[in-house]
């Protein structure tokens, strides 16, 4: 009798305590995710599809702006900051535990509305025109600057309306990026910034009222990224590269971009440098940009754990064109990628690199 | 006599019923006498006709009114509290408000000292941030809201006061206070979808090609987004405050007012407009505070429409930006930098106290119009 009960008490107890694990083990792991607007489709197809092939992660995703995520992703109010800028030599400074992984390219292109010039001629642009533009010193689109490197294209004498983004933007960064790169002039007076001072021009919130300002707008150019380019089947124009050749950007041109980056050796190990311009190729798109996730070194071992999961999930079944294609990203290499990734990993779970875990 | 006695017990019995602890036993051996005392036109003899009886009532009414005034006290006292958190509580958030923006702002406020206020420079990437610019817009846009919106409600509630078919009145007020409740972002995508291309393919033509050939201010270049578009659709959502409280204004005019000015002689356009819109000016104003407060504040809708360029506008074509669209804009990105998050800030505190003090002046104002009359129920805006 006295057994039987013991026994009893002892199977509630294993109840009790199966049942409190299993409650447990279902909300096991809580990741948050949060920051670039940019990379917000993308992260909610992922998180979509990782919580179904993980039971027992669950993952909630917020739009809420590059800064917020780096700031928030430093100070662990959230696991994952989003970033569609890599970390500048100030923010590193300034969230020294932050590590940046690359897990999406993307881009900025220039789209335009001039009349008469209709969507299949290809319009060539280089970085100081371009930044002469941006600048207001360049006002008519019959320029003469503008004509030099389209000699086949008959432009009309009609204003030039800058448009802009009024947010703070990761588009902004790459675009600003690359007239800083390639224009003394831009650089000296206004430099590459999530959200510049423009100095002409009119400032629109989002990407998508960009492109119906540029679309209703006669004499307009503005910029947008690749997965706009997409949408809404617009028309971009071949900005110069490096080595002088005019590409226009596709998902093809920005990993070109990509993999000469992972293929430099001198490119650094924390990915903390740009790559827009500084690349040789011929098909090699010349305003090309990683998308970041923003981990703090901080993080408990067993969120952390979860998180380098989630991360080797995202770079190797998550790169998959359904998921970053479909949401207006170009897919990144994994082979490139390993060994700098490892270093990262190494860093952020010491002595837990690809090896031991691999993804799944 | 009477009178008194029955409010008392009536809020005897309330309390009653709400403060379940006290002994019913004392409310009920008393009010019999007392219900019938204070309802004097049901009996002939009322209490003061009989002395004997009028001294036993008077005695049954001093421990009343002891019982009352002591529970009345309790309760009192409970209101009283409660009443107390509820003010105190409003107290505390606006010195919250206040103090936590000041605190934040303070980097920026010791940086740049009184300058920042005429510095038209907002450069993050410098570290140099100035107000002026967006001061200067947002002065535009309700500058040409306010200049928009007070004709067409001032004409629109004398209309609807003197002249208009009974049967529109309630129409047109109902839809008035239909428009006032209509979400900003609502009015944004209005703008977008039906301002900007009426202004850009035909007003603005329209102004450049008549006004701008002799005065630049009317020249430009014909985007549609701008502080036109902005301004007007803000004047829009303005409409319907200034409208509103002017038309109650107009129905409050004395009636012998009225009569006086048509005895004299006035036709009725005189009356209207010697008399009874002179009458109004204070309710006018009022009104005109309560608009600018809504359209100096204005975000969503302004910043669809307003082009945000941080430039100073010379012509009414231009684009611009406000204090409000440039924190709806940058301001989750602005919290990377203490500095260029505290120079934000400080431009809020700035919106902050241009309507406090617009507020202070127009309440000065009307207190010496109407002699504090009206002046209460302006002062909320």
């Known amino acids: ?360 | 006599m009477g009178v008194t006695l029955e409010s008392d017990t009536e809020s005897n019995m309330n309390e009653g019923q709400t403060l379940a602890k006290e002994p019913l036993s004392t409310l009920s051996a008393v009010p019999s006498p007392t219900l019938s005392a204070s309802s004097p036109g049901l009996q002939p003899n009322t209490p003061d006709s009989t002395s004997e009886q009028g001294s036993r009532t008077k005695s049954v009414l001093r421990d009343l009114r002891k019982v009352s005034t002591q529970r009345i006290h309790r309760s009192e006292r409970i209101f009283q509290g409660t009443l107390l958190v509820g003010g105190l509580f409003v107290l505390a958030l606006f010195a919250t408000v206040l103090g936590v923006s000041l605190v934040e702002a303070w980097p920026s406020i010791t940086k740049f000292g009184w300058s920042f206020l005429w510095t038209s420079t907002w450069n993050p990437h410098r570290h140099i941030f100035g107000a002026w610019t967006y001061i200067v817009g947002t002065f535009w846009v309700t500058g040409i809201a306010l200049l928009f919106a007070i004709p067409i409600a001032i004409l629109s509630s004398l209309f609807l006061s003197d002249y208009s078919p009974k049967w529109l009145v309630g129409a047109v007020s109902t839809l008035m206070e239909m428009l006032a409740g209509i979400p900003s972002i609502v009015f944004g995508a209005f703008g977008i979808i039906f301002m900007v291309p009426l202004l850009r393919d035909h007003v603005e033509p329209f102004l450049a090609n008549t006004l701008g050939r002799h005065w630049d201010f009317f020249n430009g270049d014909a985007m549609g987004y701008g502080i036109l578009a902005a301004g007007l659709v803000v004047g829009i959502m303005v409409i319907p405050l200034v409208a509103t409280v002017t038309r109650d204004s107009l129905v409050m005019v004395p009636r012998e007012t009225v009569e006086a000015s048509y005895a004299l002689g006035s036709t009725k356009a005189e009356m209207v407009f010697f008399v009874k819109l002179p009458a109004v000016v204070p309710g006018i104003i009022g009104s005109v505070i309560l608009g600018f407060g809504r359209a100096i504040g204005e975000t969503m809708a302004v910043l669809l429409l307003i082009g945000n360029q941080a430039s100073i506008p010379t012509s009414i074509q231009d684009v611009g930006y406000t204090i409000s669209s440039l924190l709806a804009n940058t301001f989750t990105y602005a919290v990377i930098d203490p500095l260029y998050s505290a120079a934000e800030i400080e431009l809020g505190l700035i919106l902050l106290v241009i309507s406090l003090v617009v507020n202070t002046l127009g309440r000065e104002l009307l207190m010496k119009l109407m002699g504090g009359r009206l002046a209460g129920s302006v002062g909320g805006g």
């Open chain 1, 1 to 360: 009798m006295n057994f039987v009960k013991r026994s009893f008490g002892l199977a509630a107890a294993l109840a009790v305590v199966s049942v409190l694990s299993g409650v447990g083990s279902a909300h096991a792991t809580d990741l948050t995710i949060s920051g670039s607007t940019m990379l917000f489709p993308l992260e909610q197809v992922w998180a979509n599809a990782y919580m179904k092939s993980h039971p027992g992660v669950h993952i909630s995703v917020a739009s809420t702006g590059s800064g917020f995520g780096i700031s928030n992703a430093a100070n662990g109010n959230i696991t994952i900051g989003a970033s569609d800028a890599y970390l500048t030599k100030d923010l590193r400074k300034r969230y020294e535990s932050l590590a940046s992984i690359p897990v999406a390219f993307d881009d900025t292109q220039v789209i335009y509305n001039i009349p008469g010039i209709g969507k299949s001629k290809l319009i060539r642009m280089d970085g100081p025109v371009l930044a002469r533009i941006f600048m207001g010193k360049i006002r008519f689109w019959d320029d003469k600057a503008i004509r030099a490197i389209n000699p086949s294209v008959k432009f009309p004498h009609q204003r030039i309306k800058v448009i802009h983004r009024a947010d703070a933007s990761g588009t902004t960064f790459v675009f600003t990026d690359y007239l800083s790169q390639t224009s003394k002039e831009w650089y000296d007076e206004i430099g590459r910034d999530l959200s510049p001072s423009w100095p002409v021009g009119s400032g629109y919130n989002g990407s998508d009222a960009v492109v119906a300002a540029v679309m209703a707008t006669p004499g307009a150019i503005g910029y947008v990224g690749l997965g706009w380019i997409n949408e809404y089947h617009l028309s971009s124009m071949a900005l110069k590269n490096l080595d002088g050749y005019y590409v226009v950007g596709s998902v093809k041109t920005i990993r070109n971009a990509g993999k000469a980056a992972l293929h430099d050796p001198t490119f650094p190990d924390d990915f903390n440098r740009s790559i827009v311009w500084n690349l040789h190729g011929k098909d090699v798109y010349p305003d090309a940009n990683f998308e970041f996730w923003m981990v703090s070194t901080s993080l408990p071992a067993a969120t952390m754990l979860e998180v380098k999961k989630m991360i080797i999930w995202a770079l190797t079944k998550g790169q998959h064109e359904k998921y970053t294609v479909k949401t207006g990203f170009a897919p990144l290499p994994f082979a490139p990628l390993k060994p700098r990734l490892n270093k990262i990993l190494n860093r952020l779970l010491p002595g837990n690199s690809l090896k031991i875990e691999s993804g799944g």
